[in-house]
């Protein structure tokens, strides 16, 4: 299934069915509950082990030079599902700084749109919107993290995994003292 054009205009590939469509939705939900819960181990049976997770830093341009918002070498996060693993176990150490007092989160995520991807049928294109709230500590302050994920999710024995997630984060500054979260 390719892209077809009309004029210079490119169009999308084919959709999902509304199953596989709610499946994928049904599992980005799932992953948000988990991670809102703190429940890292459950999120990270979700992944799958060639996951690659990556969070690349926002370039501001001039008008006219758009052609490249994210650098193609800095990274906020760059892992991979060892180092994934690492993080999730310190999670559950006392040497979690970032995160005592823990974190309260609550995720939003919209905006779904799933495709086939060409190259495997047994994969899928997912891209959505997210928004997390994130809060620590008794005081009322808190960070708002905005921006659009890039997910490939794969059907391995008719579960799905995360294979691959690119977060493209509206933010040129991160407007958190720290990233000790996945989003």
């Not at 892209?3 to 596989?20: E, F, H, N, Y």
Request: hydrophobic share 35%.
């Amino acid at each position: 299934m390719s892209a077809q054009t009309v004029g210079d205009r490119k169009l999308l590939p084919p959709s999902v069915s509304l199953d596989i469509k709610a499946q994928c939705m049904e599992f980005l939900h799932q992953e948000a509950e988990y991670l809102d819960e703190r429940s890292f181990r459950e999120w990270l049976m979700m992944l799958a082990e060639d996951v690659r997770y990556e969070v690349p830093i926002r370039i501001t341009r001039a008008m006219g030079t758009r052609e490249q918002d994210f650098a193609n070498t800095g990274y906020h996060m760059k892992d991979n599902f060892k180092t994934l693993s690492m993080r999730v176990e310190r999670l559950y150490s006392e040497h979690a700084y970032a995160e005592d007092p823990p974190s309260r989160t609550t995720r939003l995520i919209t905006n779904v749109r799933v495709r086939p991807l060409t190259a495997s049928p047994e994969e899928y294109s997912v891209k959505s919107n997210f928004a997390c709230y994130r809060a620590q500590g008794e005081g009322t302050d808190f960070d708002l993290l905005m921006g659009e994920r890039r997910d490939v999710l794969r059907s391995t024995g008719g579960e799905l995994k995360l294979a691959s997630r690119c977060v493209l984060l509206v933010h040129t500054t991160l407007p958190t003292a720290n990233l000790g979260l996945f989003l």
